[in-house]
């Protein structure tokens, strides 16, 4: 069949078959997504335009009433529907994509509430809050009030019981408010050209606007798109910059220097060189596109934007000092330095490393060099231990009698040295007085008897001696002086070693030189360039030796990573923290910095691929195994922010299966390890039901509390507890009653946890709320069969947790079930029916019933009981 046939009937296939589908599921997409704006400025520069109200939502995470309105609510096409009369603005503190923007500079909405990001919602909560709803009420959630254009407020809505009453509010509101012209807050028409692109203030036209620019392929028109950003001063076009920014990364050189000086000037004239300043900056920082890479992949081609817009800034000047500082920046930012500082006198450090060092600066031999097996074999450094502050004492005065005699003597006087700076230790530990005066002399002392050793030529410990006054240079906050005597006595074992690497003493040395430099590093960003540039090489080269050699340590890890994270350097912190938990599985400390920075770089999704890429390198490692576990649970919490439950519910199975792994490796490791799986568990459950998966909530829950039934108490890193879980699988949704029957859940959860009273209580607390709510349901809001149904299992479960406790807490949540059953009673006029449950009731609280009891004597036995059990209601508890 010749080729355009083919290429013919592949179109008329999409053209009929495929395009009228893919049409059909945006449209069903769109009908359910409200259209919330970026900024409360936009949302009221349209209503003022468009004589629209505004409508304001507050929302927090966990909350039954606020999952219910996001899944049920939001997603409800009707609803929806009723929201386009107004313009709609969203907060929340709660973050749930891990980052706003992509590796390519496009935005990430919030996979709960769409349109916005999550930094958006959370910068809306508290403006919002503060600036419309602070003064009717505290901060609650769900909370929806509609605002009138001239900032009246129409009504607010909060605290609801019965949430139809929202949605006929709502509809009655867009009703009233009718056909409304919308000219700003709809998406400019297709091929519209910049400037009314750049005019847009809604979400959806600040959408089209960055689309473009992160989409066009001529490159006259990109050049000439960004041009337009500079003809409007709007705050709200920062995002569109970022695109820009994205654009300028992934730009041919040709392109890149047309695009750069246009987009600073463009910055300028918009009056958003800051922000588009630190745009540039976050992007330098980022993990990249592959992170954990040490290496930038097109980050750094913002550094002549960042130079331009923030040149004078003395953190950009030390950001840049540090990048000139690595090799794979080098190339890119020594011209920017070069135009900015003017020649190049200031890089002259860069060119010839120190004889004693002989290490580019921040390189990356490192991350070839393997953790050598023969560790055991090299001889460590070893400090002389302290003495007792006694001793010390007792070893001054003896002292002080030789110096009369033997003030020359190089020994005497650092042994005089020595005391002090032991003395002074411990009066520190103590908090004594008096250190400082014994650091002073014991620095002066020590730097005396170098001066006497090289003056008489003989050999003397004086390596140990150049350590000691690090230390005490340390210790009285002189950091210069403490890099001095570090470099002092590396060089002596410079000479000294061949394999300095292999020397522990030498190491011990560079430490000290490291460890002074990044003390120094806000004063001499104050300094001349080309000092500051001098201490970051030599530090980043001196923590880098430390960290690559076979005497390292964790904490010498720990150090090299956060000198780069002193500068912002954070892609580098981050491989460096990476390598240095490969080498050192166990450490705890590296393990969390890890995790700690892929959560801050938005790229926590890796913590479970990289802490498995650790542990196939240490295949019989326990702590290798259980860190993987660790891992794949905050990948699995990841996911669940994110709404995917279907990739949470895989991770977590990752994570069961390697905690069971370490266990296996180590049995010590089997509590802590069953308490993550039962973690694991639990979340499955919250996982499933994102879902809508009840049946499947309740049987996760129960393998939870099967596996350690201690989870009944434990939180995890979305703040949910095993309640949440229990409530939600046995409530009530708008796809009908959850199939969990409740005294059923009650059986199993009793036998993986025999004789606990807690899950009888919360089965009954549980049952108790989704009555009330089905009254709420029910026609005239008048009690009805389908809460007869909940009550009458909230009794029984409330009675099996009697039998199990018999607490003051279980005679309460009982007594409260049963008189709410009589009450319920009563108002249908048939208050004989609840006589026994009043009766069962008033003796659990030891109350004298008179005898008969007729309907006026059982309504004042219920108020008596009412008065004493408190408002009738459910436990109330966060997430209610």
């Given at each position: 069949?010749p ?41 009221w ?47 929340s ?19 709960r ?64 408010v ?35 620019l ?29 695109a ?30 800051t922000?588009?300043?630190?745009l ?23 550094l ?27 190339a ?72 009369a ?15 002090c ?74 000479a ?17 030189v ?46 090299f990573?956060?000198?780069?994270g ?7 912190e ?12 166990a ?42 576990g ?31 792994r ?48 201690a ?12 309640l949440?879980l ?39 607390d ?46 309460r ?68």
């Amino acid at each position: 069949m010749p080729h355009a046939v083919v290429r013919a009937l592949v179109a008329f296939v999409f053209l009929f078959t495929v395009a009228p589908r893919v049409r059909a599921q945006t449209a069903w997409a769109e009908a359910q997504q409200i259209h919330w704006q970026r900024s409360l400025e936009d949302a009221w520069a349209i209503a003022r335009a468009e004589g629209r109200p505004l409508l304001v939502v507050l929302h927090m995470d966990g909350e039954s009433a606020c999952e219910r309105i996001v899944r049920e609510r939001y997603r409800d096409p009707g609803f929806v529907a009723w929201t386009r009369s107004f313009v709609c603005v969203v907060g929340s503190v709660f973050r749930h994509a891990a980052r706003d923007y992509d590796e390519e500079g496009r935005r990430v909405p919030c996979p709960r509430l769409g349109e916005v990001t999550c930094g958006e919602h959370i910068a809306l909560e508290p403006a919002i809050f503060e600036g419309h709803l602070a003064q009717e009420h505290e901060r609650v959630a769900p909370r929806h009030a509609l605002l009138l254009p001239d900032g009246t407020k129409a009504w607010d809505l909060y605290l609801l019981f019965d949430l139809g009453e929202l949605d006929q509010r709502l509809a009655t509101s867009a009703r009233e408010v009718g056909e409304r012209p919308r000219t700003l807050s709809l998406a400019p028409a297709a091929g519209a050209d910049w400037s009314a692109l750049v005019g847009g203030t809604s979400q959806r036209a600040r959408a089209a606007l960055e689309a473009r620019l992160s989409g066009e392929r001529d490159a006259d028109q990109l050049v000439a798109g960004v041009r337009a950003l500079g003809a409007r001063q709007d705050a709200g076009l920062a995002p569109a910059f970022r695109a820009a920014l994205g654009r300028l990364e992934r730009a041919a050189p040709e392109l890149a220097a047309a695009l750069e000086p246009v987009l600073v000037a463009s910055a300028r004239s918009a009056g958003l060189a800051t922000p588009v300043a630190e745009l540039a900056r976050a992007r330098v920082r980022s993990p990249g596109r592959f992170g954990g890479s040490f290496f930038p992949s097109g980050e750094e081609r913002l550094l002549p934007v960042l130079a331009a817009l923030d040149g004078a800034n003395v953190a950009t000047r030390s950001l840049l000092l540090a990048c000139a500082a690595l090799p794979a920046y080098g190339a890119s930012v020594r011209p920017v330095l070069e135009a900015q500082l003017g020649g190049t006198d200031w890089a002259a450090p860069l060119e010839a490393p120190p004889a004693w060092l002989q290490w580019r600066a921040g390189g990356t031999e490192w991350m070839a060099r393997r953790a050598p097996e023969d560790d055991g074999a090299l001889q460590p450094w070893v400090e002389p231990p302290l003495l007792e502050a006694a001793e010390y004492e007792s070893a001054l005065q003896t002292l002080e009698g030789k110096l009369a005699t033997a003030s020359e003597d190089p020994h005497v006087v650092s042994e005089y040295g020595l005391a002090c700076l032991g003395l002074a230790r411990r009066r520190l530990e103590t908090q004594q007085a008096g250190a400082d005066l014994l650091l002073q002399d014991a620095e002066r002392s020590l730097t005396r008897a170098l001066e006497l050793a090289r003056a008489s030529g003989r050999e003397y410990a004086v390596f140990s001696w150049q350590l000691a006054r690090a230390r005490a240079a340390y210790l009285l906050g002189r950091f210069e002086e403490q890099a001095q005597a570090g470099i002092e006595a590396a060089k002596l074992r410079c000479a000294a070693a061949p394999e300095r690497d292999r020397d522990a003493r030498y190491i011990e040395a560079l430490r000290w030189v490291g460890d002074a430099r990044a003390r120094q590093i806000a004063e001499r960003a104050l300094g001349r360039p080309r000092d500051e540039l001098a201490g970051i090489a030599e530090g980043l080269a001196a923590l880098c030796r430390v960290a690559a050699s076979p005497h390292a340590k964790p904490d010498d890890w720990l150090s090299f990573s956060s000198f780069y994270g002193a500068y912002g350097l954070w892609r580098e912190e981050l491989a460096i923290l990476q390598e240095g938990a490969r080498r050192f599985p166990a450490a705890q400390e590296l393990r969390t910095r890890l995790n700690n920075a892929l959560w801050s770089g938005g790229r926590v999704d890796l913590a479970g691929p990289k802490a498995d890429w650790i542990a196939e390198s240490w295949p019989q490692s326990a702590d290798a195994a259980w860190f993987a576990g660790f891992g794949w649970v905050l990948v699995a919490e990841h996911e669940r922010r994110g709404e995917r439950p279907a990739a949470a519910i895989a991770a977590y199975e990752r994570a069961r299966q390697r905690f069971a792994r370490s266990i296996e490796l180590n049995a010590d490791y089997a509590d802590n390890a069953r308490h993550y799986i039962a973690l694991a568990w639990f979340g499955r459950g919250m996982a499933h039901l994102l879902a809508d998966d009840r049946a499947a909530a309740a049987r996760d829950l129960v393998e939870a509390v099967r596996t350690r039934p201690a989870i009944a108490g434990a939180r995890d890193g979305l703040d949910r507890e095993p309640l949440d879980l229990l409530d939600q699988a046995l409530e009530w949704r708008a796809s009908g009653p959850s199939p969990v029957e409740a005294l059923a859940l009650l059986d199993e959860l009793e036998r993986a946890d025999p004789r606990n009273a807690f899950w009888a209580r919360a089965v009954s607390d549980s049952e108790l709320r989704e009555a009330l709510r089905a009254d709420g349901r029910a026609p005239g809001a008048r009690p009805g069969a389908e809460g007869d149904l909940y009550l009458r299992a909230s009794i029984a479960a409330a009675r099996r947790a009697c039998v199990l406790a018999d607490s003051d807490e279980d005679r309460r949540a009982l007594s409260q079930a049963l008189t709410i059953w009589a009450e319920r009673r009563l108002e249908l006029g048939r208050g004989e029916e609840g006589r026994a449950e009043l009766l069962e009731a008033a003796a659990l609280w030891k109350l004298t019933v008179a005898d008969p009891l007729g309907e006026a004597e059982l309504r004042d036995l219920a108020a008596q009981l009412r008065g004493l059990i408190g408002e009738p209601r459910p436990l109330v508890r966060p997430g209610r």
